[in-house]
């Protein structure tokens, strides 16, 4: 990779780099055993690329080439598919690729009077809980709207509790105004805040603002670590373990990166869980072809809904430990888990709590989110990651890296401050705060029990429970009528059958190949979100689509 | 390493050790006179990014207002704001998934938004067409630029990508092309000449790439930052013209697009001059072109927000870009907003328009007022020599130290223009960046000043650096 990307090693990692490697032909992201790629239709079949070429008429509908004088064909683009850089070529975005375009369209062709056999599009393949119509919770709004707008600070229908939070956060601004840059890392104060609130949630366990970034949701925590650890070319090229399923973000990151993407697979017949065997082998394999630095891990999981549990989570520490592999914790779903008897458990907390022996040595970053948990607040682009044991020289290159992108969103900075900081005991907003989050997550608790019930009324469908997060990935049967003529006409079976749906239902999922599955298994993920008795409308034409699908094409 | 890495205007890696240490210094002294430790000033005036606000300049009122009446529609229904906030609150509640800012919006941001933006920039270039699909909306300028060079630079090619960069230029901008591991390739601004862009400059500059990289692009900020030339509809032509012999892509960086003042100075886009030369430019030459809701008259840095609009690219590099934007998710729905007014503010008859009139009168007058008097003042002292500017929101005042000074600079490990600002910040609680950080010419160093603050404040700020600067100059005379 580039020399500016190997800079951004550490001594240590240079170490861990120069072990001795076989060399084998560098396996390229996505190639690996059982993942598979979407063919993505083309997204612009109108070609809107050239804004200007409408300007002057009398060109109008000529080729782009122009013939110079002595007849050759000159002036091809800068940049072309040949040209660009081969590694954004390989990356692909499930959760927002064709399938959701093709929805677009299709919520359009209904706007414009279209007939469809179905009123509407239902947007379950994202978890955008506000879309779906979870209301947000009324304290934070009115912060956000008196930081906004400090006049209403004179407003005597806002809680004082708001205002005195408004206050606070606007006194931590430049300028005092949200539309000042904060620092790269964050302001400080939100930065104490999330630091506190990481040692309540964790029992006590310290927590530095120091370690604490905000970032601009957690997916751009996610690409900026990634990029710190990806090095290297051929054998030495870095490889990053990521389970199957996963969300596709880590995939897509890994192919810009030209990083090498090892997959690890959960295993869907005992609830999604991680088998630690499973993670040995895929490791030792990906040591033949290049230098395996870091593990994913997505708890709770996405798209697969399982939490993992204590032990295992200790397990997966041992295995970095000895492996020595930098772990990053995906915990943006902390507060959504529905399962009795599963508990969300942090890395941090159970790392702290093996003693010194790993307290002190193992590498781990773990990110947060507005966007998900009982908030829901995707719109605002807020997060955190936490840092634990990263060397000194690397935190250098990492204040670096995210002064590139100059600041988060502070509005993103100020929800974050609210979520690990809500209203206490006593404060005027506290009893409607409580109220509200209590209805959010324990309709989303009743919303993931019926979804894998009604899913599994369905012949060929199998659905593991919800135990957290977001989202069902259910297991479907397609029969093989369907997987040839998905075949013939260069599709997935899975994204055949999630087509086939969004276009006789308006019910837009995303298929299983999107997020990586063990080869010859279909499923797709579909959002708990919508509400209980459109759920229960969406279930149904679910399936009754699948039944008609199957005989269709049996 | 080749020459031209050698001879990095950017200073490489230096300016980043120089400028953490600045932060550093910055962290340490506001946390110093919050625990009362006695200084020479009571406060510290930060003028060392392009925010206004965080000097005291205030927001506008309707762009705040209707992010209030988003964020909290219980205020669309009272009658505390007025009734244009709140009609076009529930029109853009209406827009938004679910009628909430806490949705995710589409990849290239909120439809009807990115529609209106191109009506905007339609009319902006005198009825060019405009396509909404060529736009994305990004969580900043930054943002956009840092994707478009990712799919402009090939990471994987053994002869590295060059990008021609202006020397004094951005230095976020430098710096995301140097994480790709692409290369910079300088070329300098005409100080004496108001820092006006040559086209002998670009050809040598061009040259100079030879057997180093592959030049693909050139990279131009206009209004500059942070020298603060305008380029004329001619100079843009030349560049055009230029662009196309050579097979470059052009990357105009017109964030400073509403803040021209100079008398005899307009701003005219890349868009539309390209458009008006007519083909085979307009139907060939590819351009990306970027605005931000962080400067102008918005001024709204914190909400990251900004737009790219791209022109004549091959349609099947646009399948890429889009994905590259879209596992961005979007950009943050409020900055969206806050784009929107930029695009649609009030019109007359609007009960908002009148204020609105007065508040952007008030920042355009304040930005002239304060550009006079920072010229005035910088140019009456010895060592201190400044480019009347055009546009942008920056001074970049040269700076002529005594041979002490800088001999004392060098023993500290730092350039002039770095021991200057530790010093002023130190001594005079005034936040400058130096000049090693934007690129200069050897030999030659500058600071740089934003000048979008509160009038008070900037004579404040005048008068701390006027004694300060008398007073090293005293010291190392």
């Given at each position: 990779?580039s020399?500016?990307?190997?800079?951004?090693l550490?001594?240590?990692?240079l170490?861990?780099?120069?072990?001795g490697?076989?060399?084998?032909?560098?396996q390229?992201?996505g190639s690996?055993?059982g993942v598979?790629?979407?063919?993505s239709?083309?997204?612009y079949?109108?070609?809107p690329?050239?804004?200007?070429?409408?300007l002057?008429?009398?060109?109008?509908?000529?080729?782009?080439?122009k013939?110079s004088?002595?007849?050759?064909?000159s002036?091809p683009?800068?940049?072309?598919i040949d040209?660009m850089?081969?590694?954004?070529k390989?990356?692909?975005?499930?959760?927002?690729?064709p399938?959701?375009?093709?929805a677009?369209e299709?919520?359009?062709?209904?706007?414009e009077?279209?007939?469809?056999?179905?009123?509407?599009?239902?947007?379950?393949?994202?978890?955008?809980?506000?879309?779906?119509?979870?209301?947000?919770?009324t304290?934070f709004?009115?912060?956000l709207?008196?930081?906004?707008?400090?006049e209403?600070?004179?407003?005597?229908?806002?809680?004082?509790d708001?205002?005195?939070?408004?206050r606070?956060?606007l006194?931590?601004?430049?300028?005092n105004s949200?539309?000042?840059?904060?620092?790269?890392?964050?302001?400080?104060?939100?930065?104490?805040?999330?630091?506190?609130?990481?040692?309540?949630?964790?029992?006590g366990?310290p927590?530095?603002?120091?370690?604490i970034y905000?970032?601009?949701?957690?997916?751009?925590?996610?690409?900026?670590?990634?990029?710190?650890?990806?090095?290297?070319?051929?054998?030495?090229?870095?490889?990053?373990?990521?389970?199957i399923?996963q969300?596709?973000?880590?995939?897509a990151?890994?192919?810009?990166?030209?990083?090498?993407?090892i997959?690890?697979y959960?295993?869907?017949?005992?609830?999604w869980?991680?088998?630690?065997?499973e993670?040995?082998?895929?490791?030792d394999?990906?040591r033949?072809?290049?230098?395996?630095?870091?593990?994913?891990?997505?708890n709770p999981?996405?798209?697969?809904g399982?939490?993992?549990?204590?032990?295992?989570?200790?397990?997966?520490?041992?295995?970095a430990?000895?492996?020595?592999?930098?772990l990053l914790?995906?915990?943006?779903?902390?507060?959504?888990?529905?399962?009795d008897?599963c508990?969300?458990?942090?890395?941090?907390k159970?790392?702290?709590?093996m003693?010194?022996?790993?307290?002190n040595?193992?590498?781990?970053?773990?990110?947060?989110?507005?966007?998900?948990?009982?908030?829901?607040?995707?719109?605002?682009?807020g997060?955190?990651?936490?840092?634990i044991n990263?060397d000194?020289?690397?935190?250098?290159?990492?204040s670096?890296?995210?002064?590139?992108?100059?600041?988060s969103?502070?509005?993103?900075?100020?929800?974050?401050?609210?979520?690990?900081n809500p209203?206490?005991?006593?404060?005027?907003?506290?009893d409607?705060?409580i109220?509200?989050?209590?209805a959010t997550?324990?309709?989303?608790e009743?919303?993931?029990?019926?979804?894998?019930?009604?899913?599994?009324?369905?012949?060929g469908i199998?659905?593991?429970?919800?135990q957290?997060a977001?989202?069902?990935?259910?297991?479907?049967?397609?029969?093989e009528?369907?997987?040839?003529?998905a075949?013939?006409?260069?599709?997935?079976p899975?994204?055949?059958?999630?087509?086939?749906?969004?276009e006789?239902?308006?019910?837009c999922?995303?298929?299983?190949?999107?997020?990586?599955?063990?080869e010859g298994?279909?499923?797709?993920?579909m959002?708990?979100?919508?509400p209980?008795d459109k759920?229960?409308?969406l279930?149904n034409?679910?399936?009754e689509?699948?039944?008609k699908f199957?005989l269709?094409?049996? | 390493?080749?020459?031209?890495?050698?001879?990095?205007?950017y200073?490489?890696?230096?300016?980043?050790?120089?400028?953490?240490a600045?932060?550093?210094?910055?962290?340490?002294?506001?946390?110093?006179?919050?625990?009362g430790?006695?200084?020479p000033?009571?406060e510290?005036?930060?003028?060392?990014?392009?925010?206004?606000?965080k000097?005291?300049?205030k927001p506008?009122?309707f762009?705040r207002?209707i992010?209030?009446?988003?964020?909290?529609?219980?205020?669309?229904?009272?009658?505390?704001?007025?009734?244009?906030?709140?009609?076009?609150a529930?029109r853009?509640?209406g827009?938004?998934?679910?009628?909430?800012?806490?949705?995710y919006?589409?990849?290239?941001?909120m439809?009807?938004?990115?529609?209106?933006?191109?009506?905007?920039?339609?009319?902006?270039?005198?009825?060019a067409?405009?396509?909404?699909?060529?736009?994305?909306?990004s969580?900043?300028s930054?943002?956009?630029?840092?994707?478009?060079?990712?799919i402009?630079?090939?990471?994987?090619?053994?002869?590295?990508?060059?990008?021609?960069?202006?020397v004094?230029?951005?230095?976020?901008?430098?710096?995301?092309?140097?994480?790709?591991?692409?290369?910079?390739?300088p070329?300098?601004?005409?100080?004496?000449?108001?820092?006006?862009?040559?086209?002998?400059?670009?050809?040598?500059?061009?040259?100079?790439?030879?057997?180093?990289c592959?030049?693909?692009?050139?990279?131009?900020?206009?209004?500059?930052?942070?020298?603060?030339?305008?380029?004329?509809?001619?100079?843009?032509?030349?560049?055009i013209?230029?662009?196309?012999?050579?097979?470059?892509?052009?990357?105009?960086d017109e964030?400073y697009?509403?803040?021209?003042?100079?008398?005899?100075?307009?701003?005219v886009?890349y868009?539309?001059?390209?458009?008006?030369?007519?083909?085979p430019?307009?139907d060939t030459?590819?351009?990306?072109?970027?605005?931000?809701?962080?400067?102008?008259?918005?001024?709204e840095?914190?909400?990251r927000?900004?737009y790219?609009?791209l022109?004549?690219?091959?349609?099947?590099?646009m399948k890429?870009?889009?994905?590259?934007f879209?596992?961005?998710?979007?950009?943050?729905?409020?900055?969206?907003?806050?784009?929107?007014?930029m695009?649609?503010?009030p019109?007359?008859?609007?009960p908002?328009y009148?204020?609105?009139?007065?508040?952007t009168?008030?920042i355009?007058?304040?930005?002239?007022?304060?550009?006079?008097?920072?010229?005035?003042?910088?140019?009456?002292?010895?060592g201190?020599?400044?480019?009347?500017g055009?546009?942008?929101?920056?001074?970049?005042?040269?700076?002529d130290?005594?041979?002490?000074?800088i001999?004392?600079?060098?023993?500290?490990g730092?350039?002039?223009?770095?021991?200057?600002?530790?010093?002023?910040?130190?001594?005079?609680?005034?936040?400058?960046?130096?000049?090693?950080e934007?690129?200069?010419k050897e030999g030659?160093?500058?600071?740089?000043?934003?000048?979008?603050?509160?009038p008070?404040?900037?004579?404040?700020l005048?008068?701390?650096?006027?004694?300060?600067?008398?007073?090293?100059?005293?010291?190392?005379?």
């Amino acid at each position: 990779m580039s020399a500016s990307r190997m800079q951004l090693l550490s001594p240590r990692s240079l170490l861990l780099l120069s072990r001795g490697r076989i060399e084998m032909g560098a396996q390229r992201p996505g190639s690996g055993p059982g993942v598979r790629s979407l063919t993505s239709p083309p997204l612009y079949p109108s070609s809107p690329g050239r804004a200007l070429s409408s300007l002057s008429a009398t060109r109008r509908g000529l080729p782009q080439e122009k013939m110079s004088e002595n007849g050759v064909v000159s002036r091809p683009k800068v940049l072309t598919i040949d040209t660009m850089n081969p590694t954004v070529k390989k990356v692909e975005y499930a959760v927002r690729g064709p399938i959701v375009q093709r929805a677009v369209e299709l919520e359009r062709e209904l706007s414009e009077g279209m007939k469809k056999p179905f009123a509407e599009v239902i947007k379950a393949n994202i978890g955008d809980a506000h879309a779906m119509g979870q209301q947000p919770i009324t304290f934070f709004r009115q912060v956000l709207a008196l930081c906004s707008y400090p006049e209403l600070l004179n407003d005597s229908t806002f809680p004082e509790d708001a205002k005195n939070r408004a206050r606070r956060i606007l006194q931590s601004c430049g300028g005092n105004s949200m539309g000042s840059y904060s620092a790269s890392q964050g302001i400080n104060s939100v930065r104490e805040d999330v630091a506190r609130y990481i040692e309540r949630r964790d029992g006590g366990v310290p927590c530095d603002p120091d370690d604490i970034y905000l970032t601009t949701g957690a997916s751009d925590g996610i690409v900026t670590m990634l990029k710190l650890l990806v090095c290297g070319e051929g054998s030495s090229c870095t490889g990053v373990m990521i389970s199957i399923p996963q969300y596709p973000l880590y995939s897509a990151a890994l192919a810009e990166l030209g990083a090498v993407q090892i997959n690890y697979y959960l295993n869907e017949e005992n609830c999604w869980s991680l088998d630690i065997n499973e993670l040995q082998r895929s490791l030792d394999e990906a040591r033949e072809y290049c230098n395996p630095r870091a593990l994913c891990i997505i708890n709770p999981g996405n798209p697969t809904g399982q939490v993992q549990s204590r032990e295992c989570i200790e397990d997966v520490i041992r295995f970095a430990a000895k492996e020595r592999l930098f772990l990053l914790a995906d915990e943006v779903y902390q507060d959504n888990v529905y399962a009795d008897g599963c508990q969300f458990h942090s890395f941090k907390k159970v790392l702290f709590e093996m003693g010194p022996e790993y307290a002190n040595t193992v590498e781990l970053v773990s990110f947060h989110s507005t966007s998900k948990c009982y908030m829901g607040e995707c719109g605002f682009r807020g997060g955190y990651m936490e840092i634990i044991n990263m060397d000194d020289e690397v935190k250098a290159q990492l204040s670096k890296l995210v002064s590139v992108r100059l600041c988060s969103p502070v509005p993103g900075q100020a929800l974050m401050d609210l979520v690990v900081n809500p209203p206490q005991p006593g404060e005027p907003s506290y009893d409607n705060f409580i109220k509200e989050r209590t209805a959010t997550l324990s309709a989303l608790e009743e919303k993931a029990k019926l979804t894998e019930q009604v899913l599994n009324t369905v012949h060929g469908i199998s659905c593991n429970p919800v135990q957290g997060a977001m989202y069902s990935f259910p297991r479907i049967t397609i029969p093989e009528k369907a997987i040839k003529e998905a075949e013939d006409i260069g599709q997935q079976p899975d994204m055949f059958y999630c087509m086939k749906m969004l276009e006789e239902t308006g019910i837009c999922l995303v298929p299983g190949s999107g997020f990586g599955q063990k080869e010859g298994t279909y499923h797709f993920r579909m959002t708990i979100l919508p509400p209980k008795d459109k759920l229960e409308i969406l279930l149904n034409k679910v399936k009754e689509f699948h039944q008609k699908f199957t005989l269709q094409y049996s | 390493m080749s020459m031209l890495q050698e001879n990095d205007p950017y200073m490489k890696d230096m300016k980043q050790v120089e400028t953490a240490a600045l932060f550093r210094q910055i962290i340490r002294i506001m946390e110093e006179l919050r625990q009362g430790v006695k200084k020479p000033y009571k406060e510290v005036i930060d003028v060392a990014s392009g925010d206004p606000q965080k000097t005291g300049m205030k927001p506008l009122s309707f762009v705040r207002q209707i992010l209030a009446a988003c964020l909290y529609p219980q205020l669309i229904n009272d009658n505390k704001l007025p009734v244009d906030v709140r009609q076009r609150a529930q029109r853009l509640l209406g827009e938004c998934p679910g009628g909430s800012v806490g949705s995710y919006s589409a990849t290239r941001g909120m439809p009807d938004i990115v529609h209106r933006v191109s009506e905007y920039i339609s009319r902006r270039d005198g009825g060019a067409w405009s396509n909404p699909e060529n736009i994305y909306i990004s969580p900043g300028s930054q943002w956009s630029l840092a994707n478009i060079f990712q799919i402009l630079v090939n990471t994987e090619a053994s002869t590295r990508t060059g990008i021609l960069t202006p020397v004094p230029g951005y230095n976020t901008s430098i710096l995301s092309i140097k994480e790709l591991g692409a290369v910079p390739v300088p070329y300098y601004l005409d100080e004496e000449q108001g820092w006006e862009l040559h086209m002998e400059e670009l050809h040598r500059a061009l040259a100079s790439a030879k057997g180093v990289c592959n030049p693909v692009a050139l990279y131009i900020i206009n209004p500059g930052n942070p020298s603060g030339q305008v380029q004329s509809r001619q100079s843009i032509q030349e560049v055009i013209q230029f662009a196309s012999e050579k097979r470059l892509f052009i990357l105009a960086d017109e964030v400073y697009q509403d803040t021209v003042y100079g008398e005899k100075s307009e701003f005219v886009s890349y868009k539309r001059v390209l458009a008006e030369m007519g083909p085979p430019f307009s139907d060939t030459v590819e351009l990306a072109s970027f605005h931000s809701a962080s400067k102008g008259m918005l001024g709204e840095c914190g909400l990251r927000c900004g737009y790219v609009e791209l022109v004549n690219l091959d349609p099947a590099v646009m399948k890429y870009i889009y994905t590259q934007f879209s596992k961005d998710s979007c950009a943050p729905v409020l900055g969206q907003i806050a784009l929107d007014v930029m695009a649609n503010p009030p019109q007359p008859g609007d009960p908002s328009y009148p204020f609105y009139i007065e508040e952007t009168q008030h920042i355009r007058t304040t930005l002239v007022h304060n550009v006079n008097r920072a010229l005035t003042a910088f140019n009456s002292l010895p060592g201190l020599t400044c480019q009347p500017g055009e546009g942008g929101v920056f001074v970049f005042p040269r700076l002529d130290l005594p041979p002490r000074a800088i001999q004392k600079a060098k023993e500290a490990g730092l350039g002039p223009d770095t021991f200057y600002c530790v010093n002023l910040l130190e001594d005079a609680g005034v936040f400058a960046r130096p000049g090693a950080e934007y690129g200069q010419k050897e030999g030659t160093h500058h600071i740089r000043i934003c000048i979008m603050t509160p009038p008070d404040i900037m004579e404040e700020l005048l008068r701390r650096v006027t004694s300060f600067h008398t007073q090293l100059m005293k010291d190392f005379s």
